[in-house]
């Protein structure tokens, strides 16, 4: 949970509020290693720590994960290989959490 707060904390910091000086409207674009950062971008970044949390994490920030994730729907496709192996946990939370995630996402993807 602290490390999607972090994460989620870098993110707002690195795409900023584009109202530097260069954003003015003089004409240029930034160049490619200072254009903010969009809503894709966040995205895949937000699926990668969530994998992270569900590959290492304590059960309860793998449940979390797992319905975070299922919330994301078809932008969480990337997650499906790693909530696979989780739908057969020992915990029953966890492996329904996994189970959950995994319908979302396939239903968001329309399969």
């Known amino acids: 949970m602290r490390r999607r707060m972090l994460l989620l904390v870098g993110l707002v910091a690195l795409t900023g509020c584009g109202c530097g000086s260069r954003a003015a409207g003089n004409g240029r ?13 966040m995205g895949k970044l937000l699926v990668k720590g969530y ?6 994490g304590s059960t309860e920030s793998r ?11 078809g932008a969480a496709k990337a997650a ?14 966890l492996s329904a959490a996994a189970g959950e995630a995994i319908t979302a996402i396939k239903r968001a993807l329309g399969k």
């Open 29 to 41: 674009k930034p160049a490619a290693g200072n254009r903010p950062k969009g809503p894709k971008t």
């Open 63 to 73: 449940i979390a994960a797992a319905r975070e994730l299922a919330n994301m729907g």
């Open 80 to 93: 499906l290989p790693a909530l696979q192996p989780l739908t057969k946990h020992a915990d029953a939370k």
């Open 51 to 56: 994998i992270a949390d569900l590959e290492n």
